[in-house]
């Protein structure tokens, strides 16, 4: 019986050290395929999520101007509030977004402050955590594409703000985001106006 045991264990199939290998191989170049892949795919997803954000923020601000014929760059104004997951920052930039003096609610003293005055999603999300869940790869500060990537289109003429000085007003909203978003290494901007024109630095 011991003897039979022992041929028994002594015949039992196993995986050589080639095998093994061969096995190693296929994995590596599966994955050398699909994690590129993958990787591109995601990015467009957070194009979409992008895009989604600004036409968002497009719609607060024709809704705004329809009522009082101007923009306005502050959240808390034309009632826009992000929530949620942000890789891209969304908004305008708060050094050229000045509000117009005649605005209803500075004439009102109404202007709202904190959390309300904000610019761009990321400021908004600092001063409200609860709200926003993961924006390590958006931008500081947002920041628009390239003029050649703007050519044509009815943009206002300063970086990411709003524009009440001309008539009719205009505004660009802008959505950025790090290089590590983009499997290219490279930073990506995009941009939407008062037309809803939107443009991007990548496809």
């Keep these: 019986m011991k003897k039979q045991m022992h041929v028994k264990l002594n015949n039992a199939g196993g995986f050589s050290l080639v095998e093994l290998m061969v096995v190693v191989a296929i994995i590596g170049i599966l994955a050398s395929v699909a994690v590129p892949q ?20 497009y719609t607060a601000q024709k809704a705004f101007y329809g009522e009082w014929s101007q923009f306005d760059a502050r959240f ?21 977004a000045t509000p117009a003096a005649t605005n209803w609610q500075v004439a009102g003293n109404l202007a709202p402050t904190g959390i309300q005055a904000s610019f761009h999603v990321r400021a ?3 001063a409200d955590a609860t709200r926003c869940k993961n924006m390590g790869t958006s931008a500081a500060t ?10 044509g289109g009815d943009f206002a003429a300063a970086n990411c703000t709003v524009d009440n000085s001309v008539s009719p007003a205009k505004f660009t909203a802008c ?29």
């Design 124 to 126: 908004f999300c600092t």
């Design 76 to 96: 808390g104004v034309v009632g826009y509030a992000p929530e949620g997951n942000y890789s891209f920052n969304i908004g305008f930039s708060a050094t050229t």
């Design 38 to 57: 993958f990787q591109k795919f995601t990015f467009k997803a957070r194009m979409t999520e992008a895009k989604a954000g600004l036409t968002s923020l």
């Design 175 to 203: 959505a950025s985001a790090t290089a590590a978003i983009n499997p290219e290494n490279v930073v990506v901007n995009l941009a939407i106006n008062q037309s809803k024109d939107i443009r991007s630095t990548v496809p």
């Design 142 to 151: 947002p920041a628009r594409p390239a003029a050649a990537n703007l050519a």
